[in-house]
């Protein structure tokens, strides 16, 4: 099966400008996450989707970061304006969780596309 | 407040020596303990823990999930040069929120 997909995979830019991220999930995965990894730290949830809602967005800079998954599909992660300290890496991930699953003892496994590296300078 | 911790930090050993990672949490309604190794950007799958004291098991790495002490471990039997990556522990929970949390990693180093 096809993995995760996301573009770019590199992108520079200079503080105060804007830059967009995108990425396709695993075809009939309900939930999408993207995640912010700073060089030498794990990866830090920005948001989870599950389909077109939003499940968990407490950890994402909402005055400068915004998401969105119109059709439960595909999604975009915009950052406006951007910061130095928001060179990281933007990595995309989905799964087969759905709501209906909370609660169930199943664990479910994260397929995590190539990531997009970001420096801000 | 829900929480991730990996140790070692880092850790540099010689090829063919077996290392131990460990992987704490203190997580409420735990759903899973996953294992991930990053080489240079994306994090892949290794294990996922569900139940207690089931080893998983794949060539020389294997894990072990411990729900009463809330701890898992990682081992890597003689080690090869490719076995240097990050590995990362990470734990699913049922709340609400549905969140997965990270910790930071181990950073493994093979020397040849």
């Known amino acids: 099966e096809a993995g995760v997909a996301q573009s770019p995979r590199y992108k520079i830019i200079e503080k105060r400008q804007s830059v967009a991220f995108w990425c396709n999930p695993i075809?009939?995965?309900?939930?999408l996450y993207w995640y912010q990894q700073i060089l030498g730290q794990g990866p830090k949830l920005l948001i989870q989707?599950?389909?077109?809602?939003?499940?968990?967005d407490s950890q994402l800079p909402k005055d400068r970061f915004s998401a969105e998954r119109l059709k439960g599909v595909d999604s975009t992660l915009k950052i406006q304006p951007a910061k130095l300290e928001d060179s990281a890496v933007y990595l995309c991930?989905?799964?087969?969780?759905?709501?209906?699953?909370?609660?169930?003892?199943?664990?479910?496994?994260?397929?995590f596309g190539p990531g997009t590296r970001l420096t801000v300078t | 407040e829900d929480k991730v911790v990996q140790s070692p930090l880092s850790l540099v050993v010689h090829e063919g020596d077996t290392v131990t990672l460990n992987c704490s949490y203190e997580?409420?309604?735990?759903?899973?303990l996953l294992w991930y190794k990053q080489e240079k950007k994306a994090p892949t799958f290794l294990f996922m823990l569900t139940s207690s004291g089931i080893e998983k098991k794949s060539g020389r790495l294997s894990s072990i999930l411990d729900k009463k002490e809330l701890f898992s471990i990682l081992n890597i039997t003689a080690t090869q040069t490719g076995d240097s990556a990050v590995y990362l522990c990470a734990v699913d929970s049922m709340n609400r929120d549905d969140k997965i949390i990270f910790g930071k990693g181990t950073r493994l180093h093979i020397l040849p």
């Open positions: 997580v409420t309604n735990f759903r899973s």
């Open positions: 989707f599950q389909n077109n809602g939003v499940v968990d």
């Open positions: 991930a989905s799964s087969l969780k759905r709501v209906r699953d909370r609660g169930s003892g199943d664990g479910y496994e994260q397929y």
């Open positions: 075809s009939g995965h309900a939930t």
